[in-house]
């Protein structure tokens, strides 16, 4: 019986760790149909016969990004939103390039893990682990150094440099997600209560407000 239960609980492991990503293709490829009006967990095939080479196909990556803005960081993404190839497969990628000084702030991906690669400049970049340790862990990377974030965990970039700085991520998600902590705490629409705000972050309403201002 005890072994008979070990399987078991194997198995459901097992289970729970397949079901735990993006669908697998089950069937060579399965081109996203974005006009397509059925919801379903991911996106409709187009018909395999309508696929042409532009369905794998994106280009512009080589452009940089606007960083004129108050985070100094552009972020250009490649996911299924933007190369319908990629339905199924279980990957995406982004650009990322950084003013001198500029940061990618805290965020997650709900969906993803992420590896980094840094293809100009240097960049100091971090993830905080979960409660309770909440532990720091951070590398100061330059050209060629890679770095991976854990699905889900709080993470950061930020250009350490005086010139700008690129980076390159590849992560496990079609449709990776991103959670801005900053716009989504204090830029919530509606907004999450002051005095929800004022206590967790143990600030002055006030501080709260002044800050949900700003988004």
Same mark, same amino acid.
């Given at each position: ?76 993404? *490649?996911?299924? /939103?933007? %190369?319908?190839?990629? @339905?199924?497969?279980? $990957?995406?990628? #982004?650009?990322?390039? +950084? ?66 700085? *690129?980076?390159? /991520?590849? %992560?496990?998600?079609? @449709?990776?997600?991103? $959670?801005?902590? #900053?716009?989504?705490? +204090? ?29």
């Amino acid at each position: 019986m005890t072994s008979h239960l070990l399987l078991f609980g194997l198995l459901v492991a097992g289970c729970s760790l397949a079901f735990a990503s993006d669908p697998s293709p089950l069937q060579d490829f399965c081109v996203a149909d974005q006009n397509s009006t059925v919801f379903v967990n991911g996106l409709v095939c187009k018909e395999a016969r309508l696929v042409q080479a532009d369905d794998f196909f994106y280009r512009g990556l080589q452009l940089m990004g606007n960083t004129s803005n108050a985070v100094g960081s552009a972020v250009t993404p *490649v996911t299924v /939103a933007e %190369l319908p190839g990629l @339905n199924t497969l279980g $990957i995406s990628m #982004a650009r990322i390039d +950084f003013a001198p000084q500029g940061i990618n702030p805290p965020h997650t991906h709900p969906r993803a893990t992420e590896i980094l690669t840094v293809m100009e400049g240097r960049i100091l970049v971090g993830f905080v682990t979960s409660n309770p340790e909440n532990r720091l862990i951070t590398k100061l990377l330059q050209k060629g150094d890679v770095f991976v974030f854990p699905q889900g965990l709080i993470h950061f970039q930020k250009n350490v440099g005086n010139g700008y700085a *690129v980076a390159i /991520a590849a %992560l496990s998600s079609q @449709n990776p997600g991103v $959670i801005t902590i #900053a716009n989504a705490v +204090f830029g919530s629409n509606p907004d999450i209560a002051a005095d929800i705000l004022s206590k967790a972050f143990q600030v002055d309403v006030n501080v709260v407000y002044q800050i949900q201002s700003m988004f």
